[in-house]
């Protein structure tokens, strides 16, 4: 295999399928993403792409594994004052490729850990720059935009503020600054969010123009804090005498933002003949409904079923806003430039297919849950997952649980429930025997089930519940579960000048 070089970005935090200009279906109208609409046209566009889970930590883990939460052991989000992170008997496609020679970086948004040996550092990434957690998980100077906004930072006290959203919980603190990490060394705590863009950028610029220097093969994982609340678009930094700005305003800035970087990160792979980079840009899960006008869209993938009896149907859920995502693959002379691909992917196969286009084999022992996408990327075939599951990630029953499987244009729902939605309300859980089944090809909103009574439901349903069966077994079965550690304790909070309000402390 002649590719030495992989760039892969997971730029989207929070972002929605129809965020993409290039799924939206009014083309007509001025797009917000014209770098990321480019790379579709010189690449691939994947359309059925899925999240491996619908919210942060697990999404993450399972990208950076190739294993389900239940396997891995990570199945929800970790907390500020987390002990632990992803399990240290789980293994990283970032540690098989350094072994492997090749130079790892991340840039981002790491929630996976951020204590010790947890760390990107320690976890086989060469170098590390990042915020250890989601962005509303700490206080700023300046705050961005979020609904209901936070308060600054304390300059003087210890004096803690919190918000509280219609369902009931807290969200929003001062007593912890937000921090930015290099390596693993607190290098500014409140960070700057206003600036926090360009210093992303500039640095994987470095990273890139390092490796080249080295000719040497790189893996650059970016998991940035777009499209996650606060927003905090550079070019938009409010000031005093500012008018409020308008609906969606803020929200298409964001957007515009996160899309410069891509084609800064594009250019400079451009720049160099020599260059052999991939490129493979996706997100974490869907928008978080419950932020209104600071949320992103799910296109056409609205979960009416759930909608229509309350709560959200985007993150958090295993309805489909919650966990397809725009997704783009390119590679100049690999990826048939102007393609489209309808295969069942996932970002489980991030993993394997990484693995295979760097001709390098994963672990033996290791029972994977995602597939190689190399036929799909470099040769069009459309064969993507049989079935492909779908965790809860907290709108109902237990966190990981395989709650929902597709197989092909049929969906299966065991269980349902809605997350917060803008309006405050929730989805009750409800359990589902015989299971919800939809047919996506014809009604890719999920807004009427099919007919227990007919035969295409009961052929749709022998197909899941034996899949499910199968999987739920075979983890079962699995010696080398992991389990995280989802301790917590105040003095594993980030922070490096505990004699300060906020552990505030200035950049170097």
């Not at 090749?102 to 170098?127: C, E, Q, V």
Request: hydrophobic share 30%; aromatic share 8%; glycine share 10%.
């Amino acid at each position: 295999m002649d590719a030495n070089k992989s760039v892969f970005n997971q730029n989207g935090d929070d972002i929605g399928w129809g965020d993409l200009g290039a799924n939206q279906q009014e083309r007509q109208k001025l797009s917000n993403t014209p770098n990321l609409d480019l790379m579709a046209q010189e690449g691939m566009r994947l359309t059925d792409f899925h999240s491996p889970a619908s919210t942060c930590s697990p999404s993450r883990a399972a990208l950076l594994t190739g294993r389900h939460g239940l396997r891995n052991g990570v199945t929800h989000n970790f907390a500020v004052g987390s002990v632990g992170g992803l399990p240290l008997s789980e293994t990283t496609l970032a540690e098989i490729l350094h072994q492997n020679g090749y130079y790892t970086a991340m840039i981002g948004k790491w929630h996976l850990g951020h204590n010790g040996p947890y760390s990107p550092t320690n976890r086989g990434f060469d170098y590390y720059l990042g915020i250890p957690y989601s962005n509303d998980m700490g206080c700023t100077d300046q705050p961005g935009y979020d609904i209901p906004p936070c308060l600054p930072c304390e300059p003087g006290s210890q004096i803690q503020h919190y918000r509280v959203s219609k369902a009931g919980h807290s969200s929003c603190y001062s007593k912890v600054a937000l921090p930015l990490f290099e390596n693993e060394t607190i290098v500014e705590q409140p960070l700057d969010l206003w600036r926090l863009t360009q210093r992303y950028t500039s640095t994987a610029l470095d990273v890139i123009l390092k490796a080249r220097k080295q000719a040497q093969p790189f893996l650059l994982y970016m998991a940035l804090a777009h499209m996650h609340v606060p927003l905090s678009p550079h070019f938009h930094v409010p000031l005093p005498s500012a008018p409020h700005p308008s609906e969606g305003a803020v929200y298409a800035a964001s957007l515009r933002d996160m899309d410069e970087l891509v084609g800064a990160i594009k250019n400079a792979s451009d720049a160099s003949e020599k260059d052999n980079t991939l490129i493979w840009f996706t997100g974490d899960n869907g928008p978080w409904d419950q932020k209104c006008l600071y949320s992103g869209s799910v296109g056409p993938f609205q979960g009416k079923w759930q909608t229509s009896r309350g709560g959200g149907s985007a993150k958090r859920t295993t309805w489909e806003g919650g966990h397809r995502v725009p997704t783009v693959a390119y590679w100049p002379g690999r990826v048939p430039a102007n393609s489209t691909s309808s295969a069942l992917l996932s970002g489980l196969d991030i993993f394997p297919t990484l693995l295979s286009l760097a001709g390098v084999k994963p672990l033996p022992d290791r029972r994977y849950d995602g597939m190689d996408a190399t036929d799909v990327l470099l040769h069009g075939t459309e064969t993507g997952h049989k079935f492909l599951f779908h965790p809860n990630s907290g709108a109902a029953g237990k966190y990981g649980d395989l709650q929902t499987v597709r197989m092909g244009r049929h969906k299966a729902f065991y269980i349902t429930g809605g997350a917060e939605a803008c309006s405050g309300s929730t989805g009750k859980e409800e359990l589902h025997d015989p299971p919800l089944i939809f047919d996506l090809s014809q009604d890719k909103a999920e807004e009427t089930t099919l007919d227990p009574t007919t035969e295409e439901y009961r052929e749709a349903e022998e197909r899941g519940r034996r899949a499910r069966e199968v999987l739920l077994y075979d983890i079962a079965t699995d010696p080398l579960l992991s389990t995280a550690d989802y301790t917590t304790d105040q003095s594993a909070a980030p922070c490096c000048d505990r004699r300060h309000a906020s552990c505030r402390c200035s950049s170097g």
